[in-house]
Protein backbone atom coordinates (compact mmCIF):
# COMPACT_ATOMS: atom_id res chain seq x y z
CA UNK A 1 0.00 0.00 0.00
CA UNK A 2 1.04 3.82 -0.92
CA UNK A 3 2.75 5.19 2.35
CA UNK A 4 0.33 7.98 2.07
CA UNK A 5 -2.69 5.45 3.01
CA UNK A 6 -1.12 3.70 6.05
CA UNK A 7 -3.16 5.83 8.57
CA UNK A 8 -4.01 4.89 11.85
CA UNK A 9 -7.35 6.20 12.30
CA UNK A 10 -7.20 8.83 15.82
CA UNK A 11 -11.29 8.69 16.67
CA UNK A 12 -10.04 12.29 18.64
CA UNK A 13 -13.76 13.52 19.91
CA UNK A 14 -13.52 16.58 18.72
CA UNK A 15 -9.77 15.64 19.17
CA UNK A 16 -9.81 15.51 23.04
CA UNK A 17 -7.25 12.67 22.32
CA UNK A 18 -6.16 11.32 19.52
CA UNK A 19 -5.30 7.72 20.45
CA UNK A 20 -3.92 4.88 18.04
CA UNK A 21 -6.17 1.65 17.58
CA UNK A 22 -3.23 0.07 18.08
CA UNK A 23 -6.30 28.53 61.76
CA UNK A 24 -3.39 31.73 60.80
CA UNK A 25 -3.11 33.48 57.60
CA UNK A 26 -6.79 33.37 56.03
CA UNK A 27 -6.96 35.81 53.94
CA UNK A 28 -7.51 34.78 50.35
CA UNK A 29 -4.05 35.96 48.89
CA UNK A 30 -0.29 34.40 48.97
CA UNK A 31 2.38 33.34 47.53
CA UNK A 32 2.21 30.62 44.83
CA UNK A 33 4.54 28.32 44.42
CA UNK A 34 3.45 24.90 42.82
CA UNK A 35 0.71 24.30 39.86
CA UNK A 36 -1.03 21.21 38.76
CA UNK A 37 -1.07 21.27 34.89
CA UNK A 38 -1.83 18.96 32.56
CA UNK A 39 1.53 17.67 31.97
CA UNK A 40 1.29 15.99 35.64
CA UNK A 41 -1.04 13.29 33.81
CA UNK A 42 -0.18 10.74 31.01
CA UNK A 43 -2.75 10.67 28.05
CA UNK A 44 -4.31 14.23 28.78
CA UNK A 45 -5.98 16.46 25.78
CA UNK A 46 -6.43 20.02 26.21
CA UNK A 47 -9.62 21.68 24.66
CA UNK A 48 -10.32 25.17 24.22
CA UNK A 49 -14.00 25.88 23.52
CA UNK A 50 -15.33 30.22 22.91
CA UNK A 51 -19.27 29.85 23.11
CA UNK A 52 -21.52 32.74 22.64
CA UNK A 53 -25.16 32.05 22.08
CA UNK A 54 -23.91 29.51 18.55
CA UNK A 55 -20.77 31.08 17.79
CA UNK A 56 -18.56 28.13 18.36
CA UNK A 57 -14.30 28.54 18.02
CA UNK A 58 -12.76 24.22 18.78
CA UNK A 59 -8.94 24.84 19.53
CA UNK A 60 -7.75 21.31 20.10
CA UNK A 61 -4.77 19.81 20.98
CA UNK A 62 -3.35 16.24 21.18
CA UNK A 63 -0.23 14.20 22.55
CA UNK A 64 0.50 12.13 19.80
CA UNK A 65 3.70 10.57 19.34
CA UNK A 66 5.33 8.66 16.54
CA UNK A 67 5.33 8.85 13.07
CA UNK A 68 3.39 11.68 11.75
CA UNK A 69 2.27 9.22 8.61
CA UNK A 70 0.38 7.49 11.31
CA UNK A 71 -1.62 10.07 12.57
CA UNK A 72 -5.22 11.18 11.62
CA UNK A 73 -8.30 12.09 13.41
CA UNK A 74 -12.25 11.56 12.65
CA UNK A 75 -14.38 14.64 14.48
CA UNK A 76 -18.47 15.02 14.29
CA UNK A 77 -19.30 18.06 13.30
CA UNK A 78 -22.33 19.86 12.79
CA UNK A 79 -21.95 21.20 9.05
CA UNK A 80 -20.18 21.53 6.04
CA UNK A 81 -17.01 23.67 7.33
CA UNK A 82 -15.73 26.07 4.84
CA UNK A 83 -11.87 26.92 4.30
CA UNK A 84 -12.22 29.96 6.38
CA UNK A 85 -13.93 28.01 9.28
CA UNK A 86 -10.50 25.77 10.13
CA UNK A 87 -7.33 27.31 11.46
CA UNK A 88 -3.71 25.76 13.08
CA UNK A 89 -2.62 27.89 15.97
CA UNK A 90 0.32 27.62 18.55
CA UNK A 91 0.62 25.54 21.20
CA UNK A 92 2.11 28.35 23.48
CA UNK A 93 -1.40 30.10 23.97
CA UNK A 94 -3.18 26.65 24.89
CA UNK A 95 -0.05 26.06 27.60
CA UNK A 96 -0.75 29.51 28.45
CA UNK A 97 -4.69 29.01 29.25
CA UNK A 98 -3.32 26.08 30.78
CA UNK A 99 -0.88 27.11 33.06
CA UNK A 100 -3.33 30.21 34.53
CA UNK A 101 -6.17 28.07 35.41
CA UNK A 102 -3.95 25.28 37.07
CA UNK A 103 -4.91 24.23 40.30
CA UNK A 104 -1.98 26.05 42.65
CA UNK A 105 -0.14 25.75 45.83
CA UNK A 106 0.25 28.57 48.05
CA UNK A 107 2.13 29.03 51.17
CA UNK A 108 1.75 31.56 54.44
CA UNK A 109 4.42 32.06 57.09
CA UNK A 110 2.51 33.01 60.38
CA UNK A 111 3.00 36.31 62.23
CA UNK A 112 4.60 36.95 65.70
CA UNK A 113 1.59 36.20 67.45
CA UNK A 114 2.23 38.92 69.96
CA UNK A 115 1.52 41.18 67.43
CA UNK A 116 -1.04 39.67 65.76
CA UNK A 117 -2.89 39.40 69.48
CA UNK A 118 -2.29 43.08 69.40
CA UNK A 119 -3.98 43.82 66.16
CA UNK A 120 -6.41 41.62 66.83
CA UNK A 121 -9.48 44.01 67.22
CA UNK A 122 -8.16 45.80 64.40
CA UNK A 123 -8.37 44.32 61.35
CA UNK A 124 -10.65 42.08 59.76
CA UNK A 125 -9.00 39.01 58.24
CA UNK A 126 -11.61 37.40 56.55
CA UNK A 127 -11.29 35.25 53.42
CA UNK A 128 -13.70 36.52 50.34
CA UNK A 129 -15.69 33.16 49.47
CA UNK A 130 -14.86 30.30 47.16
CA UNK A 131 -17.59 28.94 45.75
CA UNK A 132 -18.02 26.48 45.72
CA UNK A 133 -9.81 19.49 0.17
CA UNK A 134 -11.78 21.38 -3.58
CA UNK A 135 -15.28 20.65 -3.81
CA UNK A 136 -15.64 17.14 -5.36
CA UNK A 137 -19.33 16.83 -4.62
CA UNK A 138 -18.25 13.49 -5.22
CA UNK A 139 -20.58 10.42 -3.98
CA UNK A 140 -20.11 6.47 -4.49
CA UNK A 141 -23.50 5.36 -4.75
CA UNK A 142 -22.71 1.98 -3.09
CA UNK A 143 -21.34 3.34 -0.16
CA UNK A 144 -23.17 6.83 0.53
CA UNK A 145 -20.12 9.19 1.19
CA UNK A 146 -19.99 12.58 0.11
CA UNK A 147 -16.28 14.05 -0.05
CA UNK A 148 -18.56 17.81 0.83
CA UNK A 149 -14.73 19.77 0.97
CA UNK A 150 -11.12 19.37 1.05
CA UNK A 151 -8.32 21.37 1.97
CA UNK A 152 -4.87 21.72 3.20
CA UNK A 153 -4.15 24.04 6.03
CA UNK A 154 -1.42 24.77 7.66
CA UNK A 155 0.22 20.55 7.79
CA UNK A 156 -3.08 18.89 7.42
CA UNK A 157 -5.32 17.62 5.13
CA UNK A 158 -8.19 18.25 5.73
CA UNK A 159 -11.73 16.24 4.03
CA UNK A 160 -15.48 17.20 5.29
CA UNK A 161 -17.13 13.88 4.75
CA UNK A 162 -21.27 13.33 5.10
CA UNK A 163 -22.46 9.88 4.81
CA UNK A 164 -25.86 8.02 4.84
CA UNK A 165 -24.56 5.05 7.04
CA UNK A 166 -22.36 3.77 8.84
CA UNK A 167 -21.31 0.56 7.29
CA UNK A 168 -20.91 3.11 3.87
CA UNK A 169 -18.94 5.15 5.62
CA UNK A 170 -16.45 2.53 7.72
CA UNK A 171 -16.22 0.83 4.27
CA UNK A 172 -14.86 4.30 2.80
CA UNK A 173 -12.56 4.91 5.70
CA UNK A 174 -10.65 1.27 5.48
CA UNK A 175 -10.78 1.35 1.27
CA UNK A 176 -8.64 4.31 1.86
CA UNK A 177 -6.36 3.54 4.19
CA UNK A 178 -7.69 4.21 7.79
CA UNK A 179 -8.10 1.41 10.23
CA UNK A 180 -11.08 1.97 12.32
CA UNK A 181 -11.21 0.22 16.27
CA UNK A 182 -13.77 -2.03 17.06
CA UNK A 183 -17.43 -0.49 17.57
CA UNK A 184 -16.84 2.45 14.94
CA UNK A 185 -19.89 1.71 13.07
CA UNK A 186 -22.50 2.08 15.80
CA UNK A 187 -21.14 5.34 16.86
CA UNK A 188 -20.86 6.48 13.57
CA UNK A 189 -24.07 5.40 13.06
CA UNK A 190 -25.34 7.43 15.61
CA UNK A 191 -23.97 10.66 14.72
CA UNK A 192 -25.31 9.88 11.12
CA UNK A 193 -28.26 9.70 12.45
CA UNK A 194 -27.98 13.21 13.72
CA UNK A 195 -27.21 14.63 10.00
CA UNK A 196 -23.55 15.12 11.77
CA UNK A 197 -20.52 15.37 9.26
CA UNK A 198 -17.31 14.38 9.71
CA UNK A 199 -14.39 16.29 10.07
CA UNK A 200 -11.13 14.15 8.86
CA UNK A 201 -7.92 15.57 8.85
CA UNK A 202 -4.05 13.53 8.38
CA UNK A 203 -0.45 15.29 8.24
CA UNK A 204 0.67 16.73 4.85
CA UNK A 205 4.17 16.08 5.41
CA UNK A 206 5.64 17.95 3.06
CA UNK A 207 3.76 20.73 4.47
CA UNK A 208 4.92 19.69 8.23
CA UNK A 209 8.67 19.75 7.08
CA UNK A 210 8.85 22.82 5.80
CA UNK A 211 7.48 24.22 9.71
CA UNK A 212 10.74 22.41 10.88
CA UNK A 213 8.18 21.43 14.05
CA UNK A 214 8.97 17.98 15.80
CA UNK A 215 5.13 18.16 17.04
CA UNK A 216 1.89 18.75 15.62
CA UNK A 217 -0.02 22.30 16.11
CA UNK A 218 -3.14 22.65 17.63
CA UNK A 219 -6.36 22.43 15.12
CA UNK A 220 -9.31 24.86 15.17
CA UNK A 221 -12.76 24.82 13.78
CA UNK A 222 -15.21 27.53 13.96
CA UNK A 223 -19.33 27.38 13.01
CA UNK A 224 -22.78 28.14 14.73
CA UNK A 225 -24.65 25.37 16.81
CA UNK A 226 -27.44 25.24 19.08
CA UNK A 227 -25.79 22.31 20.40
CA UNK A 228 -23.25 23.41 23.01
CA UNK A 229 -21.42 19.81 23.47
CA UNK A 230 -18.14 17.80 22.94
CA UNK A 231 -17.89 14.34 21.33
CA UNK A 232 -15.96 12.11 22.79
CA UNK A 233 -17.54 8.84 22.03
CA UNK A 234 -14.78 7.86 19.08
CA UNK A 235 -11.93 8.85 20.99
CA UNK A 236 -12.99 5.68 23.54
CA UNK A 237 -13.39 3.41 20.59
CA UNK A 238 -9.65 2.66 20.96
CA UNK A 239 -8.34 3.89 24.48
CA UNK A 240 -6.03 1.73 26.46
CA UNK A 241 -7.34 3.21 29.45
CA UNK A 242 -8.52 5.87 31.14
CA UNK A 243 -8.20 8.96 29.44
CA UNK A 244 -7.33 13.06 30.85
CA UNK A 245 -9.21 15.29 29.07
CA UNK A 246 -9.09 18.79 30.21
CA UNK A 247 -11.74 21.68 28.90
CA UNK A 248 -11.28 25.05 28.73
CA UNK A 249 -14.77 27.36 28.19
CA UNK A 250 -14.17 30.80 27.35
CA UNK A 251 -17.71 32.77 27.58
CA UNK A 252 -19.03 36.00 28.26
CA UNK A 253 -21.98 35.52 31.00
CA UNK A 254 -20.55 32.85 33.89
CA UNK A 255 -19.49 29.52 34.46
CA UNK A 256 -19.64 26.18 32.13
CA UNK A 257 -21.35 22.72 33.33
CA UNK A 258 -22.30 19.74 32.00
CA UNK A 259 -26.04 19.04 31.81
CA UNK A 260 -25.32 14.95 31.08
CA UNK A 261 -22.59 13.94 33.91
CA UNK A 262 -22.37 15.80 37.30
CA UNK A 263 -20.24 18.80 37.64
CA UNK A 264 -18.23 18.57 40.91
CA UNK A 265 -16.14 21.12 42.32
CA UNK A 266 -12.80 19.52 43.59
CA UNK A 267 -12.37 20.01 47.31
CA UNK A 268 -10.09 23.36 47.86
CA UNK A 269 -8.93 26.03 49.88
CA UNK A 270 -7.62 23.71 52.07
CA UNK A 271 -4.44 23.36 54.47
CA UNK A 272 -1.90 20.72 53.90
CA UNK A 273 1.32 19.59 55.53
CA UNK A 274 4.32 22.25 54.76
CA UNK A 275 6.32 19.02 53.07
CA UNK A 276 3.85 18.77 50.20
CA UNK A 277 5.83 21.55 48.52
CA UNK A 278 7.93 19.28 47.18
CA UNK A 279 5.88 16.65 46.12
CA UNK A 280 2.58 18.67 45.26
CA UNK A 281 2.04 17.03 41.93
CA UNK A 282 2.24 13.53 43.63
CA UNK A 283 -0.34 14.86 46.27
CA UNK A 284 -2.28 16.50 43.06
CA UNK A 285 -2.94 13.17 41.45
CA UNK A 286 -3.66 11.11 44.27
CA UNK A 287 -6.45 13.49 45.33
CA UNK A 288 -7.89 13.14 41.67
CA UNK A 289 -7.92 9.67 41.54
CA UNK A 290 -9.81 9.56 45.27
CA UNK A 291 -12.19 12.12 43.84
CA UNK A 292 -12.72 10.23 40.85
CA UNK A 293 -13.48 7.11 43.17
CA UNK A 294 -15.50 8.86 45.45
CA UNK A 295 -17.58 10.31 42.64
CA UNK A 296 -18.03 6.65 41.10
CA UNK A 297 -15.83 7.83 37.81
CA UNK A 298 -19.06 9.55 36.48
CA UNK A 299 -18.44 13.41 37.37
CA UNK A 300 -16.71 15.92 35.41
CA UNK A 301 -14.74 18.08 37.85
CA UNK A 302 -14.35 21.70 38.03
CA UNK A 303 -10.59 22.99 38.74
CA UNK A 304 -11.21 26.69 37.52
CA UNK A 305 -13.66 29.28 37.52
CA UNK A 306 -12.81 33.34 36.82
CA UNK A 307 -12.88 36.33 35.54
CA UNK A 308 -9.84 36.85 33.09
CA UNK A 309 -8.96 39.97 34.37
CA UNK A 310 -7.45 38.60 37.28
CA UNK A 311 -6.77 36.07 39.67
CA UNK A 312 -5.92 35.81 43.01
CA UNK A 313 -2.88 34.53 43.12
CA UNK A 314 -2.05 33.63 39.78
CA UNK A 315 -0.20 30.88 38.39
CA UNK A 316 0.63 32.83 35.25
CA UNK A 317 -0.53 35.90 33.89
CA UNK A 318 -3.99 35.98 32.44
CA UNK A 319 -4.09 36.29 28.87
CA UNK A 320 -3.74 38.82 26.30
CA UNK A 321 -6.54 40.32 24.25
CA UNK A 322 -4.53 38.96 21.05
CA UNK A 323 -4.40 35.47 22.72
CA UNK A 324 -7.88 35.21 23.38
CA UNK A 325 -8.84 36.74 20.04
CA UNK A 326 -6.78 33.64 18.22
CA UNK A 327 -8.77 31.59 20.51
CA UNK A 328 -11.84 32.89 19.30
CA UNK A 329 -12.92 35.36 21.79
CA UNK A 330 -13.71 38.39 18.96
CA UNK A 331 -15.75 40.87 21.41
CA UNK A 332 -11.91 41.68 23.32
CA UNK A 333 -11.00 43.68 20.55
CA UNK A 334 -7.19 42.56 20.47
CA UNK A 335 -4.62 43.97 17.25
CA UNK A 336 -5.15 41.57 14.29
CA UNK A 337 -6.23 38.28 13.99
CA UNK A 338 -3.91 35.72 14.52
CA UNK A 339 -0.86 37.69 15.40
CA UNK A 340 0.53 37.03 18.67
CA UNK A 341 1.86 40.31 20.70
CA UNK A 342 5.42 41.21 21.37
CA UNK A 343 4.30 43.20 24.12
CA UNK A 344 2.42 42.23 27.21
CA UNK A 345 -1.31 43.91 26.41
CA UNK A 346 -3.95 44.93 29.28
CA UNK A 347 -5.96 41.89 30.65
CA UNK A 348 -9.23 41.08 28.79
CA UNK A 349 -12.59 42.32 29.88
CA UNK A 350 -15.42 40.04 30.18
CA UNK A 351 -14.18 37.14 29.51
CA UNK A 352 -14.92 33.92 31.97
CA UNK A 353 -12.94 31.25 31.86
CA UNK A 354 -13.83 27.82 32.91
CA UNK A 355 -11.36 25.02 33.42
CA UNK A 356 -12.85 21.21 33.79
CA UNK A 357 -11.19 17.91 33.72
CA UNK A 358 -12.45 14.54 33.27
CA UNK A 359 -11.02 11.05 33.86
CA UNK A 360 -13.18 9.00 30.84
CA UNK A 361 -13.63 6.21 29.30
CA UNK A 362 -16.57 4.11 27.50
CA UNK A 363 -17.87 1.94 30.23
CA UNK A 364 -18.16 5.50 32.56
CA UNK A 365 -19.19 8.04 30.27
CA UNK A 366 -21.42 6.83 26.89
CA UNK A 367 -22.59 9.67 25.73
CA UNK A 368 -20.93 12.77 24.66
CA UNK A 369 -20.44 15.83 26.79
CA UNK A 370 -23.26 18.31 27.17
CA UNK A 371 -22.28 21.56 28.28
CA UNK A 372 -24.40 24.93 29.22
CA UNK A 373 -22.99 28.46 30.20
CA UNK A 374 -25.19 29.79 33.47
CA UNK A 375 -25.01 33.22 34.98
CA UNK A 376 -22.96 31.73 37.78
CA UNK A 377 -20.02 34.33 37.90
CA UNK A 378 -18.48 33.40 41.43
CA UNK A 379 -15.19 32.73 41.71
CA UNK A 380 -13.39 28.98 42.21
CA UNK A 381 -9.89 27.44 42.05
CA UNK A 382 -7.98 24.34 42.96
CA UNK A 383 -5.89 25.99 45.98
CA UNK A 384 -3.95 24.29 48.73
CA UNK A 385 -2.36 25.93 51.58
CA UNK A 386 0.91 25.44 53.47
CA UNK A 387 1.07 27.30 56.19
CA UNK A 388 4.72 28.34 57.71
CA UNK A 389 4.55 28.05 61.78
CA UNK A 390 6.38 31.25 63.18
CA UNK A 391 9.54 30.22 64.38
CA UNK A 392 10.56 33.45 66.24
CA UNK A 393 11.10 34.27 69.90
CA UNK A 394 7.37 35.40 71.13
CA UNK A 395 7.55 35.79 74.57
CA UNK A 396 3.81 36.53 75.61
CA UNK A 397 0.60 34.68 76.59
CA UNK A 398 -0.54 34.86 73.33
CA UNK A 399 2.75 33.04 71.79
CA UNK A 400 2.11 29.72 74.32
CA UNK A 401 -0.92 29.48 73.25
CA UNK A 402 0.11 29.76 69.55
CA UNK A 403 2.40 26.91 70.21
CA UNK A 404 0.67 24.85 72.45
CA UNK A 405 -1.78 24.84 69.50
CA UNK A 406 0.09 23.96 66.73
CA UNK A 407 0.72 19.68 67.48
CA UNK A 408 -3.72 20.05 67.17
CA UNK A 409 -3.32 22.01 63.70
CA UNK A 410 -0.96 19.36 62.59
CA UNK A 411 -2.75 16.72 62.89
CA UNK A 412 -5.49 18.56 61.55
CA UNK A 413 -3.52 18.99 58.63
CA UNK A 414 -2.36 14.75 58.61
CA UNK A 415 -5.77 13.98 58.74
CA UNK A 416 -7.35 15.84 56.18
CA UNK A 417 -3.98 15.04 53.65
CA UNK A 418 -5.28 11.51 54.75
CA UNK A 419 -8.49 12.04 53.70
CA UNK A 420 -7.87 13.45 50.56
CA UNK A 421 -5.30 11.15 48.82
CA UNK A 422 -5.95 7.62 50.65
CA UNK A 423 -2.09 8.27 52.38
CA UNK A 424 -1.28 6.32 55.17
CA UNK A 425 -1.59 8.64 58.28
CA UNK A 426 1.45 7.27 60.03
CA UNK A 427 3.72 7.75 57.21
CA UNK A 428 2.14 11.34 56.68
CA UNK A 429 3.10 12.03 60.73
CA UNK A 430 6.45 11.00 60.54
CA UNK A 431 7.23 13.25 57.22
CA UNK A 432 5.35 16.24 59.20
CA UNK A 433 8.19 15.44 61.64
CA UNK A 434 10.87 15.39 59.67
CA UNK A 435 9.45 18.54 58.20
CA UNK A 436 9.61 20.01 62.07
CA UNK A 437 5.67 20.11 62.12
CA UNK A 438 5.98 18.69 65.83
CA UNK A 439 3.34 16.63 67.04
CA UNK A 440 4.86 16.85 70.45
CA UNK A 441 2.85 20.04 72.68
CA UNK A 442 6.00 22.16 73.64
CA UNK A 443 6.91 23.01 77.52
CA UNK A 444 5.35 26.00 78.62
CA UNK A 445 8.02 28.90 80.03
CA UNK A 446 7.45 30.12 83.66
CA UNK A 447 5.85 33.05 84.19
CA UNK A 448 8.54 34.59 85.89
CA UNK A 449 11.20 33.42 83.63
CA UNK A 450 9.13 35.69 80.95
CA UNK A 451 8.86 38.15 83.84
CA UNK A 452 12.51 38.99 84.74
CA UNK A 453 14.74 36.95 82.13
CA UNK A 454 15.55 34.59 84.45
CA UNK A 455 15.54 30.06 84.58
CA UNK A 456 13.33 28.47 86.62
CA UNK A 457 15.95 27.25 89.30
CA UNK A 458 17.09 27.74 92.80
CA UNK A 459 19.05 30.89 93.58
Known amino acids: MNRSLKKTLFAAASAIAAITVTGGAVAFCGFYVAKADTKLFNKASKVAIMRDEDRTVITMANDFQGDLAEFAMVIPVPVVLEEEQIHVTENAILDHLDAYTSPRLVEYFDEDPCVMYERREMMAMAAPAMDEVTVTGS ?34 LKQNGYKLPDGAEETLGSYIKQGTKFFVAKVNLEEQAQTNLKYLRPLQIAFESPKFMLPIRLGTLNADGKQELFVFTLTRKGRVETTNYRTVKLPSNMDVPVYIKSQFGDFYKSMFEQQVVKENERAVFLEYAWDMNWCDPCAADPLSQNELRELGVYWTGGDQPGILPRRPTPPAQDVFVTRLHVSYDAAHFPEDLMFKETGDRSNFQGRYVLRHPYKGDAKCDAAENYRAELPKRFEKEAQALANLTGWDIDDIREKMNDAGQSFEEPKKDSWWKRLWGTDDKEG
Open 139 to 172: KKDSLGVTIEAQYTVGEYDILILSAEQSDGLSTW
